[in-house]
């Protein structure tokens, strides 16, 4: 399973990468608000620094809604860096967009996907990446990983090459559980990849094989 970080702070997609495990990035324009980046030219300039710093594929996301409008806005994205995957909402214009995309060599993400129908219909248009919310699935009362663990039957039973982009993680159990249920790729906060980290024994064993050490130091 790939790890995404989703974010556009660059301090923490920094510590991430840093770490060595990072296979790329997602944002979303709540994220880019998030870092006060306002206006065209610094939203292009912050992508072109983000694929500066990672060797991966950066979801840059659309704010089109209509499918003209889509498909210029989306290869203005994709042509910033050969690493950019455009993401476009799971809305019926999006459909047609991400199906234009792929029939012109450029890579999309579908975002804002809830349902098994509307990953189906992703698949089908040939996005790249698809990404279910599982946390806002969680929120709204529903159980978010039935979805990835449906998903993953669906896409190896029909063979659809699009990936499983596991998206709206909201702690360390929810990447675990996307890995186990055959997620192709999880985008986390940096705060739930670090989590990861944490066990109490392992705090415990460290002090104490820390303290052993002193005896023959
Ligand atoms: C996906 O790419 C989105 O950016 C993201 O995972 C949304 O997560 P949220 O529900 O925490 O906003």
């Not at 999006?94 to 219909?121: M, P, Y």
């Given at each position: 399973?790939?790890?995404?970080?989703?974010?556009?702070?660059?301090?923490?997609?920094?510590?991430?990468?840093d770490?060595?495990?990072?296979?790329?990035?997602?944002?979303?324009?709540?994220?880019?608000?998030?870092?006060?980046?306002?206006?065209?030219?610094?939203?292009?300039?912050?992508?072109?620094?983000?694929?500066?710093?990672?060797?991966?594929?950066i979801?840059?996301?659309?704010?089109?809604?209509?499918?003209?409008?889509?498909?210029?806005?989306?290869?203005?994205?994709?042509?910033?860096?050969?690493?950019?995957?455009?993401?476009?909402?799971?809305?019926?214009?999006?459909?047609?967009?991400?199906?234009?995309?792929?029939?012109?060599?450029?890579?999309?993400?579908?975002?804002?996907?809830?349902?098994?129908?509307?990953?189906?219909?992703?698949?089908?248009?040939?996005a790249?990446?698809?990404?279910?919310?599982?946390?806002?699935i969680?929120?709204?009362?529903?159980?978010?990983?039935?979805?990835?663990?449906?998903?993953?039957?669906?896409?190896?039973?029909?063979?659809?090459?699009?990936?499983?982009?596991?998206?709206?993680?909201?702690?360390?159990?929810?990447?675990?559980?996307?890995?186990?249920?055959?997620?192709?790729?999880?985008?986390?906060?940096?705060?739930?990849?670090?989590?990861?980290?944490?066990?109490?024994?392992?705090?415990?064993?460290?002090?104490?094989?820390?303290?052993?050490?002193?005896?023959?130091?």
């Open positions: 399973m790939k790890f995404f970080i989703d974010t556009a702070n660059l301090d923490q997609i920094k510590e991430a990468n770490l060595g495990i990072l296979d790329g990035v997602t944002t979303n324009p709540s994220l880019m608000a998030k870092e006060g980046i306002k206006g065209p030219e610094a939203v292009f300039n912050h992508y072109k620094t983000i694929c500066e710093m990672v060797n991966g594929d979801s840059a996301e659309v704010i089109s809604t209509e499918f003209d409008k889509i498909v210029e806005e989306g290869k203005k994205l994709a042509a910033i860096h050969k690493n950019i995957v455009v993401k476009v909402p799971m809305i019926k214009d999006g459909v047609k967009a991400i199906k234009w995309f792929t029939d012109n060599g450029i890579r999309t993400n579908c975002t804002l996907v809830f349902s098994a129908g509307q990953a189906i219909l992703a698949a089908k248009a040939g790249a990446y698809i990404s279910p919310f599982i946390g806002r969680d929120d709204s009362g529903w159980d978010g990983m039935e979805l990835i663990v449906q998903l993953a039957h669906i896409f190896r039973v029909q063979g659809y090459k699009s990936e499983i982009l596991a998206a709206s993680i909201r702690s360390p159990n929810h990447i675990i559980k996307c890995a186990e249920a055959g997620a192709d790729v999880v985008t986390s906060p940096l705060e739930s990849i670090l989590g990861l980290l944490k066990h109490p024994l392992t705090d415990i064993g460290l002090a104490k094989f820390l303290e052993d050490a002193k005896k023959f130091a």
